[in-house]
């Protein structure tokens, strides 16, 4: 028993003295040429048409090109893999001609059959790979209604509507175009073993640890000047800081409002902004109960204070909103608009007027989610300022998924209000989803607070199907005022994205489509 | 012995299964499912029935279970649709990670508090004691992902002498010493905790057993006081200390579902809480059915080796 004893002690100083030794400063400074991405959670899959994530988005739009891309800083769509393509006159026919000499990561040529493939694999049921989704956005592209081979490099789109968002939606992951070959020989593990077109290739995948890209020295639009792309799940915000401080990372994602300041008066880094088109809103029960008015509707926008929301619980990390379009989409962005202003006495008045003082309000919050920032405490901040006016809202809180179970099947004699964020690559896709009453979720939309107004469905309708971007932007210009007055949500904020990068880091920007592009970023 | 053993496997087979119908009403009961988790705010009631056909969650509940135990039985646990990958391979590659973790953790716990116990018992009231039952205070106090994400502010960020987070350096790293490097940290917060209570035990148990009879007897035999210590009272105070590292070492196991989130360690507790906040039924089930195995060999484990050194248990 003794040595026993003397074994435990023994131990216990050789593990100290290990510990010790094993400490040193290799620890900091990642590799140069080599990026090192801190995200936000391991990704779900790589392949782009089954996923759904911002955090997936980031990596496969350094593997794959799409028919069309958004151009730099832009919501615009430049040519990609199409040199051009041509529109009939009434809106049906796309016919895209298509990039001469570019081969996937695997070897094989990408043409007119490859793209065929691509999106039949999504669209058809019988499609020998359909078995490989599901492909959740394939809706994105269900106007389409067959793709067809004209020749090796000219494709030709069919669809059974005029639909104004194609092209847009063309140039978002969903549209990414994926080796068929790849596909073939992995079917359902082709997620985990990817190949595209684009300026990085798969290296490898430590489950839960990162995905390595390295450049693909043959990419058509010039060899990216990195060697290697690292992306590393850290969940958690406060480490995935702690990595940024320590060196562990080269750049960083979704900085919590907390550290921006941190990172900003640190020369040995630089924070990166950009708008990008994020609304964050309260939708509020227009069926039932106080909201059924609009003046208490209004009322309610008047009583928040989104300054107070925008500037001291996000810290600055967002902007006021007045819209269901974000003014990212700066051509159909009515900047006529001004938002509420807080005015506590003109929301008493309001709800005077309308005699619902002191009515009871269900408000539902999240604890957190996708675009959703920092729920919580805004809803805390909303609740106060509705009770300053003579509201008496009481909170109930969900985890993310229960939440968006309750809040997708309508509001209806659940709650008066609930909080909801969405991202998206049109003008076109929240207003459809959110505001027609061809959208109540009984119709299978989103218009879970049972928003209706005629004319406002009418505007949303039209400019889907209108070609001539002048005339579509009109369209939505007329919409937003009629939505503005009606004020089915308290519009809130549209959410700046950012990133910390380190002071070594060259060429990196962030994009208003809020993917990752990471194509002319150099660490040298 | 060895029929022992086997009954108690055979009793651990009805409780797995039993887990596997508790946890698998339980995915089915909280609200939100798969298909709204991938689709997010995309979750149409016709998408979500889209995806459900594709998944085969939109047969009876009763056949998806059966469907599954019948997998089961072939040594598949199905495919995770939120990994894309099957269920088998992410959970041992992730348990591996989680069981060099816990175990090295736990064999640290079991050196500090044996040695803090013993110290502190035999030094009662003296400053050793003191300082030592301090500690443990603090320790037993602390909470550990607090205490994680200090020590990472300490050592990886202040001072830069250990890595922040992960398992292996992500580029250029994977031998054995990077290995290790990434795992002070994380082992070494798992396991204060455990080292209190294991100290404060020990300490507790060597106090009683140093006021029986028989250690007085071989006092006045005139046996030196090292070998009444060690000889006499630490191996009769190490019968009942052994159990509760049994119980520690579940503890360890559970506690890793912080630690593993703070240090992105990639291990099984990370695991299953992405998989039920993103609802990925099997993966759950899967780990779950890990886990709970792990239990109940640990307590097997412990309850072996505790019949080992207690002689009236040995029958």
Known sequence: ?524 | MAGYIGKRLLAAIPVLFGLSIIVFLIMALIPGDPATAILGSFATPENVARINRDLGLDRPLHEQYLVWVGNLMQGDLGRSFRLNRPVLDEVLERFGATLILASVSLVLCSIFGLLAGIVSAVRQFGWADRLITLFVLIGISIPSFWLGLLMILIFAVQWRVLPASGMYAVYGGGDFWDLLRHLILPATTLAVVATGVIARLTRAAMLEVLRQDYVRTARAKGLSERKVIYKHAFKSALVSVVPVIGIQAGFVLGGAVYIETVFQWPGIGAMLVNAISTRDILLVQGGVLVVAASYVLFNLLADVVQALLDPRLKS
């Open chain 1, 1 to 524: 028993m003794r040595r026993t004893l003397g074994m435990l002690s023994g131990t216990a100083i050789l593990a100290l003295g290990l510990a010790a030794g094993l400490m040193g400063p290799a620890a900091a400074q990642t590799p140069p040429n080599v990026l090192i991405v801190g995200q936000i959670a391991e990704p779900q899959s790589l392949d782009p048409h089954t996923v759904t994530a911002a955090n997936d988005f980031r990596i496969v739009v350094n593997i794959y090109d799409g028919l069309v891309r958004y151009a730099d800083g832009t919501l615009e769509v430049e040519p990609a893999l199409a040199t051009d393509w041509e529109i009939s006159e009434d809106g049906l026919t796309y016919t895209f001609t298509l990039r001469e000499g570019v081969n996937f990561h695997d070897g094989t040529p990408f043409n007119a059959e490859a793209v065929k493939f691509n999106f039949d694999r999504m669209l058809d049921e019988n499609h020998p790979f359909y078995g490989t989704g599901p492909f959740p956005l394939s809706f994105n592209f269900e106007s389409v209604e067959n793709v067809e081979v004209v020749d090796d490099l000219t494709v030709r789109f069919t669809l059974s509507e005029p639909f104004a968002p194609f092209l847009s939606n063309l140039a978002y992951p969903t549209g990414l175009i994926v080796s068929p070959a790849a596909v073939e020989a992995n079917g359902e593990d082709y997620g985990r073993n990817p190949a595209g077109t684009g300026a990085y290739r798969f290296a490898q995948w430590q489950s839960n640890t990162s995905v390595v890209l390295e450049a693909n020295p043959e990419y058509w639009d010039g060899a990216p000047a990195l060697e290697a792309l690292v992306f590393r799940p850290i969940t958690d915000a406060n480490t995935r800081v702690a990595e940024m401080l320590s060196g562990g990372i080269d750049v960083m994602v979704e900085v919590p409002p907390d550290n921006i300041a941190t990172f900003a008066d640190d020369p040995n880094f630089t924070v990166h902004e950009a708008t990008g088109p994020h609304v964050w809103y309260v939708m509020l029960n227009a069926k039932e109960g106080p909201f059924a008015d609009p003046r208490v509707r209004q009322a309610a926008n008047y009583a928040v204070n989104k300054e107070g929301l925008v500037n001291d619980i996000l810290q600055g990390t967002a902007e006021i909103s007045d819209s269901p379009v974000p003014p990212a989409f700066g051509w159909a962005y009515n900047d006529e608009l001004e938002p509420y202003p807080y005015d506590p006495e003109r929301a008493r008045e309001l709800l005077a007027e309308a005699g619902a003082e002191g009515a009871s309000l269900t408000f539902y919050v999240t604890e957190g989610g996708s675009g959703m920032l920092d729920p919580v405490n805004m809803g805390t901040a909303i609740q106060a300022d509705l009770e300053a006016v003579g509201f008496d809202v009481s909170i109930e809180t969900y985890e993310f998924n229960t939440f968006l179970g309750l809040v997708n099947a309508g509001l209806e004699g659940q709650a008066d209000m609930a909080q909801m964020a969405w991202m998206t690559n049109d003008p076109d896709t929240l207003p459809f989803l959110t505001l027609r009453t061809d959208a109540w979720p009984e119709a299978g939309g989103f218009n879970s607070g049972y928003y209706s107004n005629p004319e406002v469905d009418t505007l949303i309708e039209e400019a889907r199907v209108e070609t001539d971007p002048e005339a579509r932007a009109a369209l939505y210009r007329e919409m937003q005022t009629l939505v503005f007055e009606d004020a089915p949500w308290i519009f809130v904020a549209n959410w700046r994205q950012n990133a910390v990068t380190t002071a070594n880091v060259e060429g990196f920007s962030l994009q208003p489509s809020f993917l990752l592009m990471l194509q002319d970023v150099a660490k040298p």
